[in-house]
């Protein structure tokens, strides 16, 4: 609850919270608020200048920009969202397990994870790619892979912290079960830390999926995607940078809200932050 409180009172931080779910919304309700079918070919529209029917112009195939960017929004930032989750809930299932029973259990976990971590996600991600081919739930799938052990290390680390105080070792004492413990004392502690964690994630992974569908490897035509759409217009990009300036900024303005929610966040578990540091003479 002082979590919510804190946030409530950044207005940067809650006008980031809104602006992103907005923008999922956007996402899941787009067959309804889209103007055009983001697969409709008109060629007779190639490369049109926005109008009132077309509000950000057509793309090199007559198709409506804005439909593109709207429908964009599901594999942009729905997918790696659900991808993102699935990360948390492994990395924080295999965190706790670390942290709290300790001993064998923790060093294998961690050795796993030092594996996991020594290989750039950018480097598996082409790797599975190469493997499994060229499609979105590749890249999720290599996300979701890579990730876990990222966020089970950082939870780890929590967890270790706060089974050292006084009230988790009395629960111990008189009896509560591991079960009780972790969900009724610890877990509520480290949700905070998680929150934290998977909202400064999700700026790196969708700028990640980003470059990737630029590169061709994301998500596979005709279906919209950001980074393809940046990749789509690079040949008109100086007669026509508009093409380009739309998904651009779409990249932009929910990685900045991501970044800016996780500073929120940030400073309202820890408020002193918020106060301008002094200077020592």
């Known amino acids: ?41 008109n060629m007779p529209l190639r490369y049109a200048s926005p109008s009132w029917e077309h509000l950000l112009g057509n793309d090199h195939l007559g198709r409506d920009v804005l439909s593109r960017i709207l429908y964009g929004i599901r594999a942009s930032v729905l997918w790696i969202f659900l991808a993102l989750i699935i990360s948390v809930c492994i990395g924080t299932v295999m965190g706790f397990i670390a942290g709290y029973y300790r001993g064998i259990v923790d060093s294998i976990i961690m050795r ?33 892979l890579m990730k876990w052990a990222w966020f089970a290390r950082i939870i780890r680390t929590s967890v270790l912290q706060y089974i050292e105080m006084e009230y988790v070792k009395y629960a111990r004492t008189i009896g509560l079960s591991h079960r009780s413990i972790i969900l009724r004392h610890i877990l509520p502690l480290t949700f905070s830390d998680i929150a934290v964690v998977a909202s400064s994630s999700m700026s790196s992974m969708i700028l990640q999926i ?9 998500i596979k035509a005709p279906n919209a995607e950001w980074g393809m759409m940046l990749s789509e217009a690079r040949e008109v990009m100086f007669t026509r940078p508009e093409l ?28 002193e932050l918020r106060q301008p540091s002094k200077i020592i003479e």
């Open 210 to 218: 980003s470059g990737l569908s630029f590169l061709g490897l994301g």
């Open 112 to 144: 796993i994870c030092d594996v996991m971590l020594s290989f750039p996600v950018y480097v598996i991600t082409i790797a599975i790619v190469g493997i499994l081919g060229v499609g979105l739930e590749n890249i999720l799938f290599a996300f979701v």
């Open 1 to 41: 609850m002082r979590l919510i409180r804190n946030l409530v009172r950044d207005k940067l931080g809650i006008t980031s919270l809104l602006f992103l779910v907005l923008v999922m919304l956007m996402g899941v309700f787009a067959p309804i608020i889209a103007p055009h079918d983001p697969l409709a070919i």
């Open 244 to 271: 380009m300036i739309a998904p651009g900024v779409a990249i932009i303005s929910v990685v900045i809200g991501f970044n800016f929610l996780s500073d929120s966040l940030q400073v309202a578990l820890n408020p």
